[in-house]
Structure formats: structure tokens, C-alpha cells
């Protein structure tokens, strides 16, 4: 496959528009990221992010010191206002007591459905003095405890009601033998559901993404027996994030490498006609990291992932995504936020 350089007519990167300067969410003393919106019951636009305090450097405290938080704002765009925690830790003993991430949103019938990674981790909690080290020993075993959460709740302000067990489970000898995390729920239209989420084969190896289906967004979840493949091996992706729209089950994922969409850690964008079969070779590059801004300015992010979509009537009208300052890579960074770009065609 030759890397797409250019969007065409009907691609998901000509859908959209300028990012919007002072939109989004940011907490001045803590780093942001992810970032699931979604309308509530109340009318207003709510935010389900990820916030590690800034004291602590994010790579690796993401995975120990987070927890999801909700912000709110009176439009799509915002600025987006700190609300409340919504996950907070709850105790070592519990799959997710430690550390909740990755939060992605859901409403099915009257029930907003929560998802996220939660993990857990023996000793003690890192704090300014005593920070963590990234492939520590501790580090790849919290990795590795990473398990998908669920919670659920009839109103976006909670109270969440979390499952005490993982929606699912890693599975020694296969290729998502070392966690399960970043999911994403795609309601289809037949009323089953299709569940994408992130794992890999062993610590340290290739982050590959893979599909399960069931009945119920609480499963029980029949897995593809292989991950998304591109030219014959497991795509090297990561924060896939599924939707149904025109007939056809669509993703947008993060190329950890640029082969698959020509840009390093820019966006994929791919369909399929039952979310269980999916060709790579058509896909699209769907974002860049070189984002325009609302006040005419075009700057190289230095990172742009975790994409997740706002929808209004079935049809996406805003992507958000996390994002930061710096060289790249989560190094040097000063600032995280969550960005929000607009989408044309949103509400036909």
C-alpha cells in the first residue's frame, strides 16, 4: 500500500475544520488527557477525561496516579469546566482500584455506559518525592494488570455503578495475552455490539488493537482470533475508537509507526461492512499532528491521539482528542489538554 498523502473528497480528514482556540479542557494543575464527550439528559455537553496531578511527570504516573474526572460546558466546543471525580480509586483489592484511564462513553436506551482501563498495583502510591520509573519492574506489572471496566448510570452526573470484574480478560498464548484496555463500544444496528480494545503479545511488544462481538454491551464477548492486520501482520495501533454510520462500521486509531497513513502517530481512518472484517489496505489517513487553529494558525502538536467523537442524531458533529506541547513522544511537555474540531456535514 502506498501511504496516503492527500484526503479524498469523501474521507473523514476533508470532514474537518479548524480546532478551536480556548475549546476543549485543560486543568492548570494537572495533566489532561483522553477525553470522551458526550450530550447529557440535561442538555448540556460533558467530558469524561483522564487528569494526573502535575507534580508528578505524566510518563509513567498515567498509569498509576489517574483518575477519570467529568467537566461540562453549554456547548459542544466549550471550554469544558471541572465537575466532579466520577472514578475515583477505591481500594488496592479491586482490579481498578488504583488508577482509572481511557474513559469512553456510551448511552444505550435510557443507561449512559462508562468504559475505561483500570489497574492496580502493590506498594505505595508515587508522590513528588518518590516518583516511579518508566519500564521499572512495578511499571510493566501495573501494565500488564490493565483490565476494561464498565460502569454504568440512568444520569451523565452518576452515581456510577462499576462492575467488579473486567469486561475482559487477557488470554495467555494469544496476542492479547498482556492486558486489555483503551475500549471502545459500537452499538450496531441489528442490536448486538461490537467491542475494540488494546493489547499485545507480550511486555514491551507491538501495541495491536482486535474486535470482540456479543449480544450485550456486558458481552458475554466472542474475539476474533487475530488482531487488525495490515500487509499480513498485527497493525501497530493503539485508542481505536468505533462508530456505525452510512452503512458501515468505522474506526479511527492512532499509527503508531506512519506506514499504514504516512505520519507518525497521526490518525487512521478504516471501514467495514460487519466490524469483524476490515481492510487496511483502503485505509485513510484520517488526522495529522499538524493541526489548523481557529485563529489561522497551523501547529505541529506534539502529540494528538485518543480520538473520540461527539455525536448529534447518529452522525459525528466534533472530534476531541488528547493533546500537548513539546518535541513529541510525552517528553518535555509543559501543557495537555483536549482539543475539539469541529466536522463538516455534522446533522445532515
Avoid at 7 to 22: D, H, Y
Avoid at 69 to 83: D, I, K, L, S, T
Avoid at 116 to 144: C, F, I, K, N
Wanted: aromatic share 10%.
Amino acid at each position: 500500500m502506498t501511504a496516503v498523502a492527500a484526503a479524498a473528497p469523501s474521507s473523514f480528514l476533508s470532514r474537518l475544520q479548524p480546532a478551536v482556540v480556548g475549546g476543549g479542557f485543560e486543568l492548570p494543575n494537572y495533566w489532561v488527557w483522553c477525553g470522551a464527550p458526550i450530550r447529557g439528559e440535561d442538555g448540556r455537553y460533558h467530558l469524561f477525561a483522564s487528569r494526573v496531578p502535575k507534580d508528578l511527570t505524566f510518563q509513567p504516573h498515567w498509569l498509576f496516579c489517574s483518575e477519570i474526572v467529568r467537566a461540562e460546558a453549554a456547548r459542544p466546543e466549550g471550554p469544558y469546566r471541572f465537575a466532579e471525580v466520577a472514578l475515583p480509586p477505591r481500594g488496592g483489592e479491586f482490579f481498578d482500584g488504583r488508577s482509572t484511564h481511557n474513559p469512553h462513553i456510551r448511552k444505550i436506551g435510557d443507561t449512559f455506559v462508562l468504559l475505561y482501563m483500570g489497574t492496580t498495583y502493590e506498594g505505595p502510591t508515587p508522590d513528588a518525592a518518590h516518583q516511579e520509573v518508566w519500564r521499572s519492574p512495578r511499571y510493566l506489572a501495573t501494565w500488564a494488570r490493565k483490565r476494561i471496566g464498565l460502569a454504568t448510570s440512568k444520569s451523565v452526573h452518576g452515581p456510577w455503578k462499576r462492575l467488579d470484574k473486567p469486561l475482559l480478560e487477557p488470554r495467555p498464548g494469544e496476542w492479547d495475552s498482556i492486558a486489555t484496555t483503551n475500549p471502545s463500544l459500537c452499538p450496531l444496528p441489528d442490536g448486538s455490539f461490537l467491542l475494540a480494545y488494546k493489547s499485545r503479545k507480550e511486555n514491551l511488544g507491538k501495541l495491536q488493537v482486535g474486535v470482540a462481538k456479543g449480544p450485550s454491551y456486558l458481552g458475554p464477548w466472542t474475539r476474533q482470533p487475530q488482531p487488525w492486520l495490515f500487509k499480513g501482520e498485527p497493525a501497530h495501533v493503539e485508542d481505536p475508537f468505533l462508530w456505525y454510520e452510512d452503512g458501515l462500521v468505522q474506526a479511527l486509531m492512532k499509527d503508531m509507526t506512519g506506514e499504514i497513513c504516512g505520519e507518525k502517530h497521526a490518525g487512521v481512518h478504516v471501514t467495514s461492512k460487519d466490524g469483524l472484517h476490515w481492510d487496511f489496505d483502503r485505509a485513510t489517513l484520517a488526522y495529522t499532528r499538524k493541526l489548523r487553529w481557529s485563529d489561522g494558525k497551523t501547529v505541529q502538536q506534539a502529540s494528538l491521539e485518543r480520538p473520540q467523537l461527539l455525536f448529534d442524531k447518529g452522525r459525528p458533529t466534533h472530534l476531541f482528542a488528547a493533546t500537548c506541547d513539546g518535541p513529541g513522544d510525552l517528553k518535555d511537555m509543559t501543557r495537555t489538554w483536549n482539543a475539539v474540531v469541529p466536522l463538516r456535514g455534522a446533522g445532515q
